[in-house]
């Protein structure tokens, strides 16, 4: 146990000092990695809370069918039971005319009051209201309803759920390759840094391996100084998040509350993120390290 401990410290002294004497590559791949984890925290805080408005939007997609006014009791009922087989759809709840007219009222505040003319002679349909288990199912839902007997019209907000879809999909897309081209750009940075290193002991090295230590013993020195530039990285871009997102959260909030743009809340949204970065931080410079240690083991 003693001598773990102390090959440990040794281990870690070793890193620390190679920080020290490559000091101005050390602050370049920090740099690299504040960078990197600057731009991919913000894009994660943006596509998250975008994910989290569009899950808000997606809860409110429904699908309103209108039934034939000629259709009775019975021919509502049939309807209403074809709904409720389909594969796709969720739950399915009626909706009278009147209680449309007092939806459609309440919707218009002070200027409703108008419509109340129409309750004497209501001009409304009775509706079904058609949910799908999955969003991304509504039109093509909607298209099968629109087949279906005593079904008068299907209505959906059509354009805003695809172009919804279709901004969420393109904006992970690009997020996505955006996010590997910089911590590749990252690991790249790191994996010079402690080449230098590397070829600046490669001597020591070579005895080292001559004498029997092993692989791992050599590395852990270059595991561990890769592993402190990636959370040093990390420093910066956690702190910059917390403050900004924080900031954000008070501004905002007041503004838009109410409203389906829904920011997610700080806690513990902003913990989760800082791990996540801290983590991609470790990651981008214990892989900088092992790949450009490699090989110099080869001896």
Same mark, same amino acid.
């Given at each position: 146990m003693v001598f773990m401990n102390k090959t440990l410290g040794r281990h870690l002294r070793e890193a620390v000092k190679s920080l020290g004497?490559?000091?101005?590559? *050390?602050?370049? *791949? /920090? *740099?690299?990695?504040?960078v990197t984890l600057l731009l991919v925290g913000t894009f994660l805080v943006i596509m998250m809370n975008l994910n989290n408005i569009a899950s808000n939007i997606e809860e409110d997609v429904e699908i309103t069918v209108l039934i034939d006014r000629t259709a009775d009791q019975?021919?509502?009922n049939q309807l209403e039971s074809k709904l409720k087989n389909l594969e796709k759809v969720e739950n399915v709840q009626f909706s009278s005319k009147d209680q449309e007219l007092e939806k459609l009222i309440k919707s218009f505040g002070e200027k409703g009051e108008s @419509? %109340?003319?129409?309750?004497?002679?209501?001009?409304?349909?009775?509706? @079904?209201?058609?949910?799908? %288990?999955?969003?991304?199912?509504?039109?093509?839902?909607?298209e099968e309803i629109k087949k279906m007997r005593y079904v008068e019209n299907v209505q959906y907000a059509e354009e805003t759920v695809k172009k919804l879809f279709e901004v969420v999909n393109v904006s992970r897309n690009i997020g996505i390759v955006l996010i590997i081209g910089l911590v590749f750009t990252a690991m790249f940075l790191i994996s010079n840094t402690i080449k230098i290193t590397i070829f600046a002991r490669r001597r020591e090295i070579e005895i080292m391996k001559l004498v029997g230590a092993t692989n791992w013993f050599i590395r852990w020195p270059f595991f561990l100084e890769g592993l402190f530039l990636g959370a040093l990285g990390a420093v910066i871009p956690i702190t910059v998040l917390v403050v900004s997102y924080n900031s954000l959260v008070n501004i905002a909030v007041p503004y838009i509350q109410g409203s389906f743009v829904e920011l997610l809340p700080f806690s513990p949204f902003v913990f989760q993120i800082s791990a996540i970065l801290l983590? /991609?931080?470790?990651? /981008?410079? /214990?892989?900088g390290s092992l790949m450009s240690v490699r090989k110099f083991l080869k001896v």
């Open positions: 004497r490559n000091a101005w590559m *050390s602050i370049a *791949s /920090i *740099s690299a990695v504040t019975n021919a509502q @419509f %109340k003319l129409f309750e004497q002679d209501n001009p409304l349909n009775d509706v @079904f209201i058609v949910k799908t %288990k999955v969003p991304e199912d509504t039109p093509v839902v909607a983590l /991609i931080g470790v990651l /981008i410079g /214990i892989w």
